[in-house]
């Protein structure tokens, strides 16, 4: 089956211990990003990777890092995790291809810095 | 500068009326593309349909229909005899680069009631 996945789905931690939030897609996708939802602010954009090596920043990139060393994984690294973090993290994919520009979600990870 | 919006935050309907959901975008690009998501009570985003600009051809899957405009930028979307498995948040977004980032309204909370 065709998917985006995350894990963890959901986790509490507390501010300055540093966490990971993977992401794997299995649609030998190029492009790879993730997003924020907060609510009154929307789903805003925190970094994208048009392929491996090449990450770049979003609209909201402070507090984050990438890595896209493998075309499936896009992991989202928070060093020091602050609660202005805690939101709803979502990692997209989709190809580049005319026909194939749709981005597909992951199931979303629920984060809460406290 | 690119924008979408979607000017009804909130729709309530009562089972099998049909609802259309607004969404008008702003974008200086000849070539864009247009989606539309559905967020469920569940939280994932699920990818419902994709128009190129180059597109104007109106689509019909099922009971959901689509209509584009490009003389009003406005892409709107219709559900014939909504259902209560309806009742989502709805956000239409615009890409200007194949596979790029998404500009996300702020979406449509639907309710459809029994």
């Known amino acids: 089956e065709a998917q985006v996945t995350q894990n963890p789905r959901y986790l509490i931690t507390v501010t300055g211990k540093k966490l990971t939030v993977t992401c794997s897609q299995n649609?030998?996708?190029?492009?790879m990003s993730w997003y924020r939802q907060d609510p009154g602010l929307g789903l805003r954009q925190i970094y994208y990777?048009?392929?491996?090596?090449?990450?770049d920043k979003g609209d909201v990139p402070e507090g984050y890092k990438v890595s896209r060393k493998e075309k499936r994984n896009f992991p989202l690294i928070l060093e020091s995790p602050s609660p202005n973090q805690t939101s709803l993290y979502f990692c997209?994919?989709?190809?580049?291809?005319?026909?194939?520009?749709?981005?597909?979600f992951g199931p979303g990870t629920r984060l809460t810095v406290t | 500068a690119q924008k979408v919006t979607q000017a009804q935050t909130e729709i309530s309907v009562v089972e099998k009326e049909d609802v259309t959901l607004d969404c008008v975008y702003e974008t200086r690009d000849t070539t864009y593309y247009l989606f539309w998501y559905k967020q469920p009570p569940s939280g994932e985003l699920v990818f419902l349909i994709r128009?190129?600009?180059?597109?104007?051809q109106n689509e019909i899957s099922g009971r959901y229909s689509w209509n584009f405009q490009k003389s009003t930028s406005s892409f709107n979307f219709t559900i014939t005899a909504s259902q209560v498995v309806d009742s989502a948040v709805y956000f239409c977004a615009l890409s200007e680069i194949q596979g790029g980032k998404l500009i996300f309204g702020q979406g449509t909370e639907l309710s459809v009631k029994p």
């Open positions: 997209a994919s989709s190809g580049t291809g005319t026909g194939s520009v749709e981005q597909y």
């Open positions: 649609m030998n996708h190029e492009y």
């Open positions: 128009r190129n600009s180059f597109d104007e």
């Open positions: 990777s048009m392929n491996v090596e090449v990450t």
